[in-house]
């Protein structure tokens, strides 16, 4: 959008103009009438942001007009502003009450103004729904008085304001990757059966956890996701370096509440890695005003990713294998973009969703395709390297022959992990980064 600053004649002849419809559409009707505009100081009434702020507000505004009646509404989308008129079949008393409720409770309610006309052309005031006037933006006081008196500048306003409408939209990212975030662990540890890995069915071969532990551990992650994706938008214009150290810090914050949540278990320390990536890279696209494409989601979780080396003390059964036989892991995976995901997990996930496969046996099939091809370094732990390999051969040559393999195929291979004490825990990870990857996907495509 061109952003044009308007000159005061402008403003007052679209005053006027609003004001006629007010009355034409008053007199047509004889009904409470809803007149909704921003409050926006300064020459520029317009722009993406103020417009998105808008929308919000009118979507808003249908919700609560919803117990009544709109027997006709009007827009304009002008470089003066953005406009909108409702005729509602209701009392005003009450369609003022509800106007209020959104610009008292919404964070950008403070920039909404909806007046409500009465049939008869009277303004109400919010006096009468038992409210007081309006407060300033900047210094709480009665925005009429700062108003009147020039308190504040222009400068200063126009800084609130945009302060105000990215903060509320860069928090409403957050939350909503971080919601994602967490369904997509939901998805991973339901569907049933997975071969060694907790799920509705089984503890598969973890006896120091059950579905419930993995519930407790995904919600308690929820609001350290959402920090990874403001630090994304933080970080945005710096570099992957810097991003990671801030994400990294969070991932800690993330483990600590798991282990807190779980008793100690260790539900999702390589969820919280992979996850992690994904919510500060998709904050960082939405900082840079870039769609949430895959490809570049996990270009940016390759970059982020490079800053995670591992360290030569081989603390971990996936650092002892890297130092052994040069597995790399969900690191090497994530440094390298995910290539698994990206070339097989992904697209085999959206292609059976498509066909009418249901989330269990989408997922059942997308993880035995990964574990087919991954360095599982849950499973070759457990497994040992060579019998890791011979097993990974076997489902290969199994996949080759039924790419789509059902449930009992699933159950049996469940069962051996079982008995053995192995588990695929690594590919499981990446069955949720899928997920994630999908959703986020399509909550782009919504918001686009």
């Not at 993330?254 to 890279?281: P, Q």
């Not at 022959?401 to 690594?426: K, Q, V």
Request: one cysteine or more; aromatic letters at 6%; hydrophobic letters at 40%.
């Amino acid at each position: 959008m061109e952003l044009r600053e308007v000159r005061l004649r402008e403003m007052l002849d679209a005053r006027e103009v609003r004001a006629f419809r007010q009355r034409a559409l008053l007199e047509k009707y004889h009904r409470t009438l809803v007149s909704f505009t921003m409050n926006i100081a300064g020459p520029v009434k317009n722009s993406a942001l103020i417009l998105q702020g808008y929308l919000e507000g009118l979507e808003l505004l249908r919700m609560q007009l919803a117990p009544f009646p709109i027997l006709h509404f009007e827009e304009t989308r002008r470089a003066t502003g953005n406009e909108a008129l409702f005729v509602v079949d209701g009392p005003a008393g009450e369609v003022k009450r509800l106007a209020c409720q959104i610009e008292e409770a919404d964070g950008l309610g403070r920039l909404f103004d909806m007046d409500v006309l009465a049939p008869d052309g009277r303004k109400l005031d919010r006096s009468e729904v038992g409210l007081p006037p309006r407060r300033c933006l900047l210094c709480s006081g009665p925005a009429a008085e700062c108003a009147s008196r020039r308190v504040h500048t222009v400068e200063e306003l126009q800084g609130r304001t945009q302060a105000v409408l990215r903060g509320h939209f860069q928090s409403r990212f957050a939350d909503q990757t971080a919601a994602l975030a967490v369904r997509s662990l939901l998805y991973e540890v339901s569907v049933t059966p997975k071969p060694g890995l907790v799920d509705r069915a089984n503890a598969g071969a973890h006896p120091d956890m059950d579905f419930y532990t993995f519930l407790r551990s995904a919600s308690s992650l929820t609001p350290w996701f959402r920090d990874m994706a403001l630090q994304g938008i933080r970080f945005s214009g710096a570099s992957p370096a810097a991003a990671f150290q801030a994400l990294n810090y969070a991932g800690r914050q993330a483990e600590r509440a798991m282990l807190r949540a779980t008793g100690g278990v260790n539900a999702h320390k390589g969820a919280i890695f992979s996850m992690g990536l994904l919510c500060g890279g998709a904050g960082r696209l939405y900082g840079q005003g870039a769609p949430l494409r895959a490809e570049r989601l996990l270009g940016e979780c390759a970059a982020l990713a490079e800053n995670s080396r591992r360290a030569p003390s081989a603390r971990t059964a996936g650092e002892r294998l890297y130092q052994a036989h040069g597995v790399g892991g969900v690191r090497g995976e994530a440094a390298a973009g995910f290539p698994l995901v990206r070339t097989v997990g992904l697209p085999l996930l959206k292609t059976l969703l498509e066909e009418g496969c249901s989330p269990d046996d989408a997922g059942g099939i997308v993880l035995l395709h990964l574990m087919a091809r991954a360095e599982d370094t849950c499973w070759m732990s457990r497994a040992g390297h060579q019998q890791w390999q011979l097993g990974r051969e076997q489902l290969r040559q199994a996949l080759s022959g039924d790419p789509r393999p059902d449930r009992a195929f699933r159950a049996a291979l469940d069962a051996e992990f079982i008995r053995h004490n192995w588990s695929a825990g690594g590919c499981a990870d990446l069955l949720a980064v899928c997920w994630m990857l999908l959703f986020l996907e399509s909550s782009g495509d919504e918001h686009a």
